[in-house]
């Protein structure tokens, strides 16, 4: 994860302690008084270790979880699953003229989700869109976003 979002041109930062929040993401804009940060919270699993269903992957989240990443926040924060291969060894290929990173990740915004009916029910399941492909286009638009939702002063 951090790799694409150097790759996007944004700092990274790990969130100590623990605030629900597995990353924090920023970079200077062209605007100094705005200070702009995204949130991720990331799901790591080897290929096939997620559930598919239909078009896209579920994944089960604990109900306080789910709390802290649903509805609108001053810092954007999304679900992000990451597949890396089945064998550590198979993650990463090195050349001269490359350096590879094997799978993919995928990310989900709560923004909108409404808490279900819990019920008892400690966890709830969420889908995450094969189409939500995380690309370093994607992270952009993110940040792009969080921008015009700063309120101006």
């Not at 890396?84 to 993650?91: G, K, L, Q």
């Not at 003229?97 to 966890?123: C, D, I, M, R």
Request: charged share 20%; proline share 7%.
């Amino acid at each position: 994860m951090s790799a694409i979002a150097a790759a996007a041109g944004f700092q990274v930062a790990v969130p100590y302690p623990d605030i629900g929040k597995d990353l924090i993401l920023g970079r200077d804009h062209e605007d100094p008084e705005l200070d702009v940060q995204i949130a991720l919270q990331v799901k790591s699993r080897r290929v096939g270790e997620f559930a598919t269903c239909g078009t896209g992957f579920s994944i089960a989240l604990p109900i306080d979880q789910f709390k802290r990443l649903r509805g609108r926040r001053q810092v954007p924060c999304y679900l992000v699953m990451v597949m890396v291969p089945e064998h550590p060894r198979e993650y990463i290929e090195v050349a001269q003229q490359a350096l590879t990173l094997h799978h993919s990740a995928y990310w989900l915004s709560l923004e909108n989700h409404l808490l279900p009916v819990q019920q008892g029910q400690k966890t709830v399941t969420v889908t995450v869109p094969r189409d939500n492909l995380l690309t370093i286009e994607v992270l952009h638009e993110f940040f792009d976003r969080a921008c015009e939702e700063v309120p101006a002063s």
